[in-house]
């Protein structure tokens, strides 16, 4: 079965932390790259960051230094740790693989404001 969960989502003030997580069903997961998508208010959704099977990272410019993805293999699920939040990172978030597959989860929304 295919299948993409997020979660960890909430409202965070700016400058704070928020971790999303994703469970991704065993298919979708032996991916060779996974990674988190964001759709902003409004807007066309957007990569924002990528983990290869060997642990291999990148990052969209907008949020290099601040955000970091990480994948547990045992459990089936990749991370996002998101670090100094800005306004600008208010969107829905998805995790998919690169590229996409046409499935996607219900995303989780992160909601950043004073």
């Known amino acids: 079965q295919v299948q993409l969960v997020e979660s960890g989502g909430g409202l965070a003030q700016p400058g704070g932390s928020l971790r999303l997580s994703c469970a991704a069903s065993r298919t979708i997961f032996s991916a060779d790259r996974m990674g988190w998508y964001r759709q902003p208010p409004g807007k066309q959704r957007e990569w924002v960051a990528i983990?290869?099977?060997?642990?291999?990272?990148d990052y969209a410019d907008s949020v290099k230094g601040r955000f970091t993805i990480s994948r547990d293999n045992a459990r089936n699920t990749v991370y996002l740790q998101m670090n100094s939040l800005k306004p600008e990172d208010t969107a829905d978030y998805y995790c998919?693989?690169?590229?996409?597959?046409?499935?996607w989860g219900q995303g989780t929304l992160v909601t950043v404001s004073s």
């Open positions: 983990i290869s099977s060997v642990g291999d990272t």
């Open positions: 998919n693989t690169i590229p996409s597959l046409e499935v």
